[in-house]
T-cell receptor, first 114, second 111 residues
Framework: KAGVTQTPRYLIKTRGQQVTLSCSPI?????VSWYQQTPGQGLQFLFE???????NKGNFPGRFSGRQFSNSRSEMNVSTLELGDSALYLC?????????????FGPGTRLTVL | EDQVTQSPEALRLQEGESSSLNCSYT??????LFWYRQDPGKGPEFLFT???AGEEKEKERLKATLTKKESFLHITAPKPEDSATYLC????????????FGQGTILTVHP
């Protein structure tokens, strides 16, 4: 089975711009979660989508948003970029079946904001 | 709020020198405790899920155990290729889709 894929792998933007990141989950997985990873804060949960609906949200400002399509692929958008948004953005998919909460991560998108 | 604390922050071992990593957690209604390995510049790689106190899982030189307050990742006779950051995470309560991670332990194994 192919793993989780994320595009693009690297991105450089300037302050004030917006960015869209894409994630394709493992085939058959309907849940997609997004995380931000920085050296200071570690891995922090952004939000989770299941069957095209946002089911859970972390403590991030409204500039961070996402969506999920009918094929379970997901996108994450960050508007009005700030320097502090520079991070590795990770997507994870899960089968989300009863008793199985483990998540499988993609390689991440490295976002640099100048 | 769920919390995860990992210790030590960094661990240096000689090849063949066994040791353990610790993960202490507080969570309301544990649904699962997860161990991941992360290499520089890559996403976390899933290792184990533990669901209840007393449970143990093994994979090659790694063995994970779980109590009601903490988990241990035992590394037996490590090799240089075991060098990585090891992350512990919990899923709790009704917060589906969310894992709460610790800061990780950076393991370096010298030949």
């Amino acid at each position: 089975k192919a793993g989780v894929t994320q595009t693009p792998r690297y991105l450089i933007k300037t302050r004030g711009q917006q960015v869209t990141l894409s994630c394709s989950p493992i085939s058959g997985h309907r849940s997609v979660s997004w995380y931000q990873q920085t050296p200071g804060q570690g891995l922090q949960f952004l939000f989770e989508y299941f069957s095209e609906t946002q089911r859970n949200k972390g403590n991030f400002p409204g500039r961070f948003s996402g969506r999920q399509f009918s094929n379970s692929r997901s996108e994450m958008n960050v508007s009005t970029l700030e320097l502090g948004d520079s991070a590795l953005y990770l997507c994870a998919s899960s089968p989300r079946t009863s008793g199985r909460d483990e998540q499988f991560f993609g390689p991440g998108t490295r976002l640099t904001v100048l | 709020e769920d919390q995860v604390t990992q210790s030590p922050e960094a661990l240096r071992l000689q090849e063949g020198e066994s040791s353990s990593l610790n993960c202490s957690y507080t969570v309301s209604g544990l649904r699962g405790l997860f161990w991941y390995r992360q290499d520089p510049g890559k996403g976390p790689e899933f290792l184990f899920t533990l669901y209840s106190a007393g449970e143990e899982k093994e994979k090659e030189r790694l063995k994970a155990t779980l109590t009601k307050k903490e988990s241990f990742l035992h590394i037996t006779a490590p090799k240089p290729e075991d060098s990585a950051t090891y992350l512990c995470a919990v899923a709790g309560g009704t917060s589906y889709g969310k894992l709460t991670f610790g800061q990780g332990t950076i393991l370096t194994v010298h030949p």
